[in-house]
């Protein structure tokens, strides 16, 4: 409790500015959905208003473990047919706005989507990658990119992949590492030492690990309920981890800082 009351009281005097990150499976299966939910929803547990972007187009799974029924989509507020407020229609008991993210095909105005997203402090994307690996123009252009694996050799080496791809499509030089369904701390620390190590030597980027979640059967009992394991198990372990990455994520470095008026300037990346 007391981690997130000094998170909430440095966040609220920190510069205003959405801050967009782009969660990323690196390959299927390995829990995207549950991070980037369960990361909003801990976010909001903190006092921040936030908007999760759902990119499944067909499943809209965020979407519906949220409990919301959105009037519109992301799109659709970004190209001015709709106000947030209006979009978000029925909300979830989180109270998180959950969107469809659209057909956005084009990367989004800077000034526009600053203006358009005013009032959220943080915008997280439940990310589908193309089927040539791509991210979409939106979750390209985010501050943060979170690669959630396993502790698996495939999952490591597709990881290592997805890293070398973003760092070459889109100059990101900083990477958080979310390992799910670990077994024990310290094999997740050694797996991510050895990933950060490799990144660094042969592709020159960052990989830090942001957290892990352990094997937490409520996880998937939850998912069993249609709903998102920190709203249905406070208590839950797996809840335990998502609140704490949720707690470091204003330490993260941006890839690029964006002012309010939407003026990018460059930093460190």
């Known amino acids: 409790m007391a981690t997130d009351q000094a ?29 980037a939910l369960g990361l909003a929803n801990a976010l909001a ?65 800077e000034r526009g989507l600053a203006a358009r997203l005013a009032d ?32 698996e050799a495939t999952s490591i080496t ?5 890293i070398k791809r973003l760092h070459h499509e889109y100059a990101c030089r900083h990477f958080q590492l979310v390992v799910n369904l670990a077994a024990a701390e310290g094999t997740v620390t050694a797996l991510a030492r050895n990933l950060a190590r490799t990144a660094s030597q042969y592709l020159g980027v960052e990989a830090s690990l942001a957290g892990y979640l352990p094997m937490d059967p409520l996880v998937a009992r939850a998912l069993q309920l249609g709903r998102c394991v920190v709203e249905a198990y406070p208590a839950a372990a797996a809840t335990g981890a998502l609140r704490h990455i949720a707690s470091g994520i204003g330490a993260w470095p941006l890839r690029h800082e964006a002012s309010p008026l939407g003026m990018a300037s460059a930093v460190a990346a």
């Open 7 to 35: 998170e909430s009281l440095r966040r609220l005097l920190a510069p205003r500015v959405t801050r967009r990150i782009a969660v990323v499976g690196a390959e299927q299966g390995v829990g995207t959905t549950t991070v």
């Open 120 to 151: 959220v402090r943080s915008m997280l994307i439940d990310t589908r990658r193309d089927v040539t690996g791509a991210l979409s123009p939106l979750a390209g252009m985010a501050h943060n990119f979170v690669i959630v694996m396993r502790p």
């Open 45 to 109: 547990m903190q006092g921040e208003r936030v908007l999760l972007a759902d990119e499944d187009m067909y499943g809209a799974r965020a979407m519906r473990l949220a409990g919301a029924a959105p009037a519109a989509t992301l799109a659709d507020v970004l190209d001015g047919r709709a106000a947030l407020a209006a979009a978000a229609g029925t909300r979830g008991a989180s109270g998180i706005a959950v969107l469809q993210a659209g057909p956005i095909t084009v990367r989004p105005d």
């Open 158 to 162: 597709a990881a290592y992949a997805c």
